[in-house]
């Protein structure tokens, strides 16, 4: 009997455990939804997308090749958007003229261009040879060194250049008046022409000292280097004659005249402003004179039947003309008793008046033709560079 009332004990209290412990479940699932504000508010937050890594910034390569085009000279990983690190790579005997941005060295690489893709760049090299040409001044001007020049008829000790020792470098240091015209050369016959497309600049500071001008080539290399501001200059003239090249294809092409033919990519003329001229300049006597197909045969003839007579500022020529003659009035110029063919020219384009334009027609090259036979005159004013024409018949 004892037994079993402990049994009945042992049962019950089981019976009580496990109601409680339901209880228990019971009251934890209510607490869960009766939570406090801000515990719902973590329990109800929808899941947020996971944030991406940030993309990696893409590389190129950009390679350095040697002139041949298959030689690796280096090679550099770039950011993309980035630009390319520039550097002078050395060679013996060589001489680096830059970078290229294809293996024919046609065009210059862009350092200040993004890359965006694998790139390659080419070195160009020359041989560094010694130049052993002498240079010179030539030209025509008011100046006395362009007057005596008398585009380059004549070339005195004071017209060459002087080259620096054991290197591709000459200067020369003149007095120049407004309007002298030069280019630089080997010798009168004009070998070896450097003119007004191998100056670096022609203005300092936003003043112009120096245009070029015009030339009997169509390439600005050859045309004239034209003065318009007097001063003292020196002049550097940089030479590579490791890369100089010929026009074997202009027709007047010979072996004999291939100096006149003659250009380089790389040859440069820089210069100086000094002041002031190192001397009194002296005045120069410009006189005119006509020139044509018929009349003078084209030729440069400095008789008085050909020349303009100066009065009052004014120079006049009477003189008859055939029909169609095509002709213009050309300059002399003489200082210290040096005369020297002008760089002045008096053409269709310096008329202005109707009356006078009656009389003549103008050329593709802005000569004047003459209308009729007959006879001519011709006032002209350098003051004002104006051209006027009268005719009889």
Same mark, same amino acid.
């Given at each position: 009997?004892?037994?079993?009332?402990?049994?009945?004990?042992?049962?019950?209290?089981?019976?009580?455990?496990?109601?409680?412990? #339901?209880?228990?479940?019971? +009251?934890? &699932? %209510? =607490?869960?939804?009766?939570?406090?504000?801000?515990?719902? !508010?973590?329990?109800?937050?929808?899941?947020?997308?996971?944030?991406?890594?940030?993309?990696?910034?893409?590389?190129?390569?950009?390679?350095?090749?040697?002139?041949?085009?298959?030689?690796?000279?280096?090679?550099?990983?770039?950011?993309?958007?980035?630009?390319?690190?520039?550097?002078?790579?050395?060679?013996?005997?060589?001489?680096?003229?830059?970078?290229?941005?294809?293996?024919?060295?046609?065009?210059?690489?862009?350092?200040?261009?993004?890359?965006?893709?694998?790139?390659?760049?080419?070195?160009?090299?020359?041989?560094?040879?010694?130049?052993?040409?002498?240079?010179?001044?030539?030209?025509?001007?008011?100046?006395?060194?362009?007057?005596?020049?008398?585009?380059?008829?004549?070339?005195?000790?004071?017209?060459?250049?002087?080259?620096?020792? #054991?290197?591709?470098?000459? +200067?020369? &240091? %003149? =007095?120049?008046?407004?309007?002298?015209?030069?280019?630089? !050369?080997?010798?009168?016959?004009?070998?070896?022409?450097?003119?007004?497309?191998?100056?670096?600049?022609?203005?300092?500071?936003?003043?112009?000292?120096?245009?070029?001008?015009?030339?009997?080539?169509?390439?600005?290399?050859?045309?004239?280097?034209?003065?318009?501001?007097?001063?003292?200059?020196?002049?550097?003239?940089?030479?590579?004659?490791?890369?100089?090249?010929?026009?074997?294809?202009?027709?007047?092409?010979?072996?004999?005249?291939?100096?006149?033919?003659?250009?380089?990519?790389?040859?440069?003329?820089?210069?100086?402003?000094?002041?002031?001229?190192?001397?009194?300049?002296?005045?120069?006597?410009?006189?005119?004179?006509?020139?044509?197909?018929?009349?003078?045969?084209?030729?440069?003839?400095?008789?008085?039947?050909?020349?303009?007579?100066?009065?009052?500022?004014?120079?006049?020529?009477?003189?008859?003309?055939?029909?169609?003659?095509?002709?213009?009035?050309?300059?002399?110029?003489?200082?210290?008793?040096?005369?020297?063919?002008?760089?002045?020219?008096?053409?269709?384009?310096?008329?202005?008046?109707?009356?006078?334009?009656?009389?003549?027609?103008?050329?593709?090259?802005?000569?004047?033709?003459?209308?009729?036979?007959?006879?001519?005159?011709?006032?002209?004013?350098?003051?004002?560079?104006?051209?006027?024409?009268?005719?009889?018949?």
């Amino acid at each position: 009997m004892r037994k079993g009332k402990i049994s009945l004990g042992i049962a019950t209290a089981l019976l009580s455990t496990l109601i409680l412990s #339901g209880c228990q479940d019971k +009251t934890a &699932t %209510v =607490d869960s939804a009766d939570t406090p504000s801000e515990v719902q !508010a973590d329990t109800q937050t929808e899941p947020q997308e996971q944030e991406s890594a940030p993309e990696e910034e893409q590389a190129y390569t950009v390679t350095f090749y040697d002139t041949d085009g298959t030689t690796v000279l280096s090679e550099e990983t770039v950011q993309g958007g980035d630009t390319a690190t520039e550097y002078t790579p050395e060679k013996e005997d060589q001489i680096f003229m830059g970078w290229f941005a294809t293996p024919t060295l046609a065009h210059e690489f862009d350092f200040t261009q993004a890359i965006t893709q694998d790139t390659d760049v080419f070195a160009g090299f020359m041989e560094n040879i010694e130049d052993t040409r002498t240079f010179a001044i030539l030209g025509s001007g008011t100046s006395p060194l362009m007057a005596a020049s008398n585009w380059g008829k004549t070339i005195n000790e004071e017209h060459y250049m002087t080259k620096a020792e #054991g290197e591709n470098i000459y +200067t020369i &240091t %003149v =007095d120049l008046c407004e309007g002298d015209e030069f280019q630089f !050369a080997i010798d009168s016959s004009w070998s070896n022409q450097r003119g007004g497309g191998y100056m670096l600049n022609t203005d300092l500071d936003g003043t112009d000292y120096f245009v070029v001008s015009g030339g009997l080539s169509e390439s600005s290399q050859k045309s004239n280097i034209k003065c318009v501001k007097e001063g003292n200059y020196t002049f550097t003239l940089k030479t590579y004659p490791g890369a100089d090249v010929y026009d074997t294809g202009n027709s007047y092409y010979t072996e004999d005249t291939k100096e006149n033919y003659n250009s380089n990519p790389y040859d440069t003329i820089e210069w100086t402003y000094n002041g002031e001229a190192s001397v009194e300049l002296s005045d120069a006597e410009v006189t005119y004179f006509i020139k044509g197909a018929v009349i003078t045969g084209w030729e440069d003839k400095y008789d008085t039947q050909y020349g303009l007579v100066e009065k009052d500022g004014i120079h006049t020529l009477t003189i008859d003309l055939e029909e169609g003659d095509e002709f213009l009035l050309t300059s002399l110029i003489t200082v210290d008793g040096n005369s020297s063919v002008g760089n002045e020219y008096v053409r269709y384009s310096n008329i202005s008046d109707e009356t006078s334009l009656s009389y003549v027609d103008g050329s593709e090259n802005y000569n004047m033709i003459a209308k009729k036979a007959g006879t001519y005159t011709f006032n002209y004013d350098p003051a004002t560079q104006e051209l006027k024409v009268d005719f009889t018949e």
